[in-house]
């Protein structure tokens, strides 16, 4: 892949459905956390490295242990009420990457959420 890759994502792309924001973990450290958790597991991990021509991105999040997502086509399911409305961010990044030819894993273990993109 050229050094250049993640410059060729089309606008539509960043502008309509941004990665950012699109995780379901985005906003949750702060708010599924809670007191109970205390502040230090109100954090967002995010990385991102280039190496050998392969950019990586890994966001961890922190989730309340008691409330375990639950995945389905490798990808978590969305805990609102109005399924009809909600749970197409996820989608849509996997669509995204996949896209421009790479991959996304997510998995969530021990009140951690993982979320994995290689292009």
């Known amino acids: 892949m050229p050094s250049w890759r993640v410059q060729l994502l089309r606008n539509s792309d960043i502008l309509r459905r941004p990665l950012r924001g699109r995780a379901p973990g ?27 021509g392969v950019t990586s991105v890994s966001v961890e999040d922190y989730y309340s242990p008691t409330a375990q997502p639950s995945f389905e086509d490798g990808l978590p399911q969305t805990t609102k009420a109005d399924k009809a409305n909600h749970g197409f961010g996820m989608r849509s990044m996997r669509a995204i990457v996949e896209r421009y030819g790479g ?17």
């Open 103 to 119: 991959t996304l894993v997510a998995r969530a273990e021990d009140g951690v959420f993982h979320l994995d993109i290689m292009l």
């Open 26 to 52: 985005a906003g949750g450290a702060a708010a599924g956390a809670g007191p109970a958790h205390g502040a230090s597991r109100r954090s967002i991990s995010l990385v991102v490295r280039r190496v050998m």
